[in-house]
């Protein structure tokens, strides 16, 4: 099998594996206090994430969902990027999959003349703020993110990419 994961748009026969993903590394991995009672985005992804200039998608190795991304549409040209999990075996170097799913991301962006993507993150991801850091993410204060930014109560580091 190729190494790589294959990217597809999120449709509901995923649903469960995206919530149990998501999960499993928010409470087990990271040991942070939330619920998916706390996130009832994960239960209307098509109506909340899939509209607008707004997406989701999964990352499949096989047919198991190994990551996941998304983009929200918050108006004015601007995104949110939500929900990037990658499991722990098909983090780095072997898999790409952070990368695939980012520069999918990225490349939809464009796409569709988003002018900045904006993301929140808690302060134990420190390998994820490298990883966003490496790709051209500059940290932002919370006060300059904008007025219809969706800040998690878990978020204390922001995050804003430039994509013209």
Known sequence: MNNSPILKEYSNEY????????LAIQQQEYNIKITKDDQPD????????????GNFWVAL???????????????????ALRKMFVD????????????????????WAKEKSIKAIYLGTTPQFLAAHRFYEKNGFKSV??????EKFPVMKVDKIFYKYSVE
């Open 88 to 107: 722990k075996e098909y983090r780095g170097a072997k898999y790409k999959t952070a990368s695939l799913l980012l520069n999918n991301a990225i490349k």
């Open 42 to 53: 994960l239960f209307t992804i098509e109506e909340f994430y899939q509209n607008g200039n």
């Open 61 to 79: 190795y096989g047919d198991k969902v190994v990551g996941t991304i998304s983009l929200l549409d918050i108006g004015n040209q601007e995104v």
């Open 15 to 22: 649903q469960a594996e995206v919530v149990d993903l998501i």
């Open 141 to 146: 204060e919370v006060t300059d993110l904008p």
